[in-house]
């Protein structure tokens, strides 16, 4: 086995051999004896740093969505006016997720089967998502900036429209389109969406 590493250094090592393992293989094809081998260890070592196979291909799948959350969360926390941060966010999660599917797709795949078998990493990051656009709705509201102020309306609204560019399963939809033709309709539905907030009213 590998040594110089602890705990949390054999699993980052660990689930970086897996996420090239899904680029190479495939998800399905690749198996804790594989990710065991390159990393020097036994199959049963792996185990202990993960439970399952199903384990740490969720922890690859939640390491490729750390850089996103990451930008969500500052985007919620800068000083621009709601409409724009909120705009700016979605944007970010439809780019996100297009530039995997186009130039990731193994990868884009694994989160697409997280999000279908309602894994932890795919649940985890859903809510975050989630949390952080109700966050700026609500900063939106209070500062006078949307004057849509049920928020269940509005939330049902934004994910409504948004649905099929920022969800993996429904983008893949339109992977043959041209990724700026599919980007620049979803400007059109967030500017409408936007004015609708801004309006109180769909």
Same mark, same amino acid.
């Not at 602890?6 to 393992?21: D, F, K, P, S």
């Not at 390491?63 to 969500?72: C, E, H, I, N």
């Not at 795919?122 to 966050?135: D, G, L, M, W």
């Given at each position: 086995m590998?040594?110089?590493?602890?705990?949390?250094?054999?699993? +980052?090592?660990?689930?970086?051999?897996?996420?090239?393992?899904? %680029?190479?293989?495939?998800h399905? *094809?690749?198996?804790?004896?594989?990710?065991?081998?390159?990393?020097?260890?036994?199959h049963?070592?792996?185990y202990?740093?993960f439970?399952?196979?199903?384990?740490?291909?969720?922890?690859?799948?939640?390491?490729?969505?750390?850089?996103l959350?990451?930008?969500? %969360?500052?985007?919620?926390?800068?000083?621009?006016?709601?409409?724009?941060k909120?705009?700016?966010?979605?944007?970010?999660?439809?780019?996100?997720?297009?530039?995997?599917?186009?130039?990731?797709?193994?990868l884009?795949?694994?989160?697409?089967?997280a999000?279908i *078998?309602? *894994?932890?990493?795919a649940r985890?990051?859903?809510? %975050?998502?989630?949390?952080?656009?109700?966050r700026v709705?609500?900063?939106?509201v209070?500062?006078?900036?949307?004057?849509m102020t049920?928020?269940r309306?509005?939330?049902?609204?934004?994910?409504?429209?948004?649905h099929?560019?920022?969800?993996?399963?429904?983008?893949?939809?339109?992977?043959?389109?041209?990724?700026q +033709?599919?980007?620049?309709r979803?400007?059109?539905?967030l500017?409408?969406?936007?004015?609708?907030?801004?309006?109180?009213?769909?």
């Amino acid at each position: 086995m590998a040594t110089g590493l602890n705990a949390e250094g054999h699993e +980052a090592r660990l689930v970086e051999i897996a996420r090239a393992h899904v %680029r190479k293989f495939g998800h399905a *094809r690749t198996t804790v004896v594989g990710v065991a081998a390159e990393a020097g260890m036994t199959h049963a070592n792996v185990y202990r740093y993960f439970p399952s196979k199903t384990a740490l291909l969720d922890e690859v799948v939640a390491t490729s969505l750390k850089p996103l959350d990451a930008r969500l %969360r500052e985007a919620a926390e800068g000083a621009d006016p709601a409409y724009d941060k909120l705009e700016r966010m979605l944007l970010a999660v439809h780019r996100d997720y297009r530039r995997k599917l186009d130039d990731d797709p193994e990868l884009f795949d694994l989160l697409v089967d997280a999000l279908i *078998r309602n *894994r932890p990493s795919a649940r985890k990051h859903r809510s %975050r998502v989630q949390s952080e656009v109700q966050r700026v709705y609500d900063e939106g509201v209070a500062s006078g900036a949307f004057a849509m102020t049920d928020r269940r309306r509005a939330m049902s609204l934004v994910f409504d429209a948004a649905h099929r560019f920022i969800h993996p399963v429904a983008l893949r939809l339109d992977k043959d389109s041209p990724a700026q +033709a599919v980007a620049t309709r979803f400007e059109t539905v967030l500017a409408v969406t936007l004015r609708a907030l801004r309006a109180g009213r769909a």
